[in-house]
């Protein structure tokens, strides 16, 4: 994503690992919550970092939703 950016990219790749997971930091989630047996059924969540978490208030509101076309 930063490689073409020149003397930022020895900037980013010094913090890469504090800033950006790597692939399987980034599938985790995604793989826990289709496999894992004590999810099944589970629908319409949101997980982050292999945990249930909740929305913002912006992100359950209707109005706004409605006005974004959702």
Known sequence: MFRH???FDGLV??????IFK????G????????????LKGISGEYFWDN???TTTAM????NLAKRLGF
């Open 5 to 7: 950016l020149g003397v």
């Open 13 to 18: 790749s010094k913090f890469r690992k504090f």
């Open 22 to 25: 790597n692939v399987q930091q």
């Open 27 to 38: 599938a985790s989630t995604t793989c826990y919550v289709a496999l894992h047996p004590q």
């Open 51 to 53: 945990n249930l978490a």
């Open 59 to 62: 992100a359950r509101d209707m």
